[in-house]
């Protein structure tokens, strides 16, 4: 799945972006080529301003050192290393700031090297440049598929659209192969007939040819194309009308929203559509629920939403939970607040194909919808994150990475990967992460920041896709087989669920133990084979995995795996409580869908730190989320 969501200033890319049939030349059957590998650059001359550098000795005004950047500022410390060397990088960075305690003290008396600004001065160099490479991208004209599942009533034409980025160039020809039979269009758009397909699809490779004299990198798409009914059957007139579920995969797709990790796993969902639980309803609305949240009713209450004041107990049964008479009392609260974040959640599942009922029965499940943190669990937001998920996410979503990362590190570590930066600066970015989750605000109405709240949902939407990511990475390291080809759709969002509740050991633990007894991989089976420690998953999905789910908030297992921590706050249940299911809206209740944040956050706010030299890049303080 190659959608990404973003942090506030993060634009993403939204499906539904063709609207109408474009015309486009009919395909011919061409020779296949294979493009050459696209190498388009161009030399620029840039002008820019260079400066010099010293590291000098407080003792004696020694230049041990001259070096040059070509940035404003002060140079990094990477610069430093390399442009003088690890000792003296060494005793610069061990150098503490020169204090004099005395008039009788001159400069000369403090010890290590400091930074000088020498002089600046203008240049200019040639640079070679990797110019934008040519795409295309897909969709589907002659029909606009309708829920559930895709519908068409007449069958479709992929259509693939060429896009050349540069001025002055444009797309001279689409050409690939369909089913391994090679088609050739002229001009930048190419329609392609489709028949029904098998339930595994046909695969679509194709490319575009750019009067620049190259060619794009080559695309592929899977395609599905199921008939529905007896209207085609050869035996005699059938009454049915033409039906057929319409199914394509790939990055390049632009037709609309895309059933989230399809691509990941190459995995189509079921004919017709997935269960409810993997479901984004056409309108927020629809993703309405009223279940009586007895943690969610004692944080109204506690935190002076709620006037329980009737209630003989203050509506409290624990300083977290709400007794019955509190439940009672805060359930016209408890509705309104569990469907205000109803409309973000959409807009994201929108935006990252994230079902957006799952992400709903998520939040249910993890927090009861309340985003502050977790004390004892020390798991943060809608949907308890904890710092290991915050390590998968950004481990496996490198387009996450790549936006959140410069919001706290500087962008030279960020270029080098997550996997590749030192593990303090991973730490750091794992802690930056689950403290934007967490809403948690003293001086905030009901102590929840909603804007914070909001935007941590997009962050759980990108932690899903992270766990899909590395569920195909498991189950493609132990059967050699993509995700797709050993497990339903429906069975591998089971999967990732376990992922993310339980760890990927847990995971991959139960799959080699259902292969190693030759069974097929699915939920039943491999959910027999978790670990007496990882077991708590299963509750886990089964309770997600309906349309309406989530009565106790729950540590993650990985967390403490087995049980509670030491002195941890055990919810339950007050004595004669039982989660209340509202399958229909209350007598004049109406959806209160919250309001869409307002894009960018500021990053955490650097401080110098303490041993460093002066003057150094400032490099931001580790941010502990749980004092």
Request: charge should be negative.
């Amino acid at each position: 799945m190659k959608r990404l969501a973003v942090l506030g200033m993060i634009v993403l890319l939204a499906g539904g972006l063709f609207t109408a049939a474009l015309p486009a030349p009919a395909p011919v059957l061409a020779e296949e080529t294979t493009p050459e590998a696209p190498k388009r650059l161009t030399t620029l001359q840039i002008n820019f301003e260079r400066h010099e550098w010293w590291l000098v000795r407080w003792k004696n005004n020694e230049i041990t050192c001259r070096f040059l950047v070509e940035h404003e500022g002060l140079p990094i410390a990477d610069e430093i290393r390399v442009w003088c060397g690890t000792t003296l990088y060494n005793e610069w960075l061990a150098t503490k700031p020169c204090a004099l305690t005395s008039p009788d003290q001159s400069l000369q008396s403090c010890p290590g090297l400091y930074l000088f600004h020498f002089t600046s001065y203008p240049a200019s160099k040639e640079v070679n440049v990797e110019l934008p490479l040519p795409a295309v991208w897909v969709s589907v004209t002659g029909c606009t598929p309708q829920p559930p599942g895709n519908r068409c009533e007449s069958l479709p034409q992929l259509l693939l659209t060429g896009e050349e980025p540069l001025p002055n160039e444009t797309i001279i020809s689409i050409q690939g192969t369909l089913n391994g039979n090679p088609f050739v269009c002229n001009g930048d758009a190419c329609a392609i007939p489709l028949q029904p397909t098998g339930q595994g699809g046909v695969t679509v490779e194709f490319w575009a040819d750019s009067s620049f004299g190259d060619s794009s990198p080559k695309f592929s798409a899977l395609v599905r194309v199921i008939p529905q009914g007896d209207f085609m059957s050869p035996e005699g007139v059938s009454t049915d009308k033409p039906l057929y579920y319409v199914d394509v995969l790939s990055s390049q797709w632009r037709g609309g929203a895309l059933a989230s990790c399809s691509d990941i796993w190459g995995s189509f969902p079921p004919i017709g559509g997935p269960a409810p639980w993997l479901t984004t309803p056409q309108d927020p609305q629809e993703l309405y629920s009223a279940v009586s949240l007895y943690y969610l009713a004692g944080m109204l209450i506690a935190n002076g939403e709620v006037d329980a004041s009737e209630c003989r107990d203050g509506g409290l049964a624990t300083p977290l939970t709400a007794s019955e008479c509190g439940v009672r009392a805060a359930y016209e609260q408890v509705v309104a607040w569990q469907n205000r974040f109803d409309e973000e959640i959409w807009n994201v599942a929108q935006d990252t194909g994230v079902p957006a009922q799952l992400l709903k029965n998520i939040f249910s499940r993890e927090s009861q919808f309340w985003p502050g943190i977790y004390r004892n669990y020390k798991e943060a937001g809608l949907g308890q994150l904890t710092e290991k998920g915050a390590d998968t996410v950004l481990l496996w979503n490198p387009s996450f990475f790549d936006q959140f990362c410069p919001l706290v590190l500087h962008q030279s570590r960020c270029d080098l990967g997550f996997g590749n930066i030192k593990e303090d600066e991973r730490a750091l970015l794992r802690g930056a992460l689950v403290g934007k989750v967490n809403a948690a605000c003293a001086d905030c109405p009901a102590g929840i920041d909603l804007s914070q709240a909001h935007f941590s949902i997009r962050v759980f939407a990108e932690g899903m896709i992270g766990n899909c990511e590395q569920v195909g990475r498991v189950l493609n390291n132990l059967t050699g087989k993509t995700a797709g080809s050993v497990a339903t759709y429906e069975d591998l969002w089971r999967f990732t669920l376990v992922n993310y509740n339980a760890g990927p050991g847990c995971l991959a633990t139960a799959v080699r133990k259902a292969l190693s007894l030759g069974q097929p991989l699915t939920w039943q089976n491999v959910s027999a084979q978790l670990e007496p420690a990882c077991q708590g998953a299963i509750k886990y999905v089964n309770d997600i995995s309906q349309k309406l789910s989530g009565v106790q908030p729950t540590p993650t297992s990985w967390v403490y795996p087995g049980q509670p921590p030491p002195q941890a706050t055990v919810v339950t249940l007050p004595p004669g409580v039982t989660p209340v299911l509202q399958p229909t809206l209350p007598p004049g209740a109406t959806p209160q869908p919250g309001a869409t944040p307002q894009p960018g956050y500021p990053p955490p706010q650097a401080t110098p730190v303490e041993g460093y030299p002066y003057p150094v890049q400032p490099t931001p303080t580790f941010y502990n989320p749980y004092p």
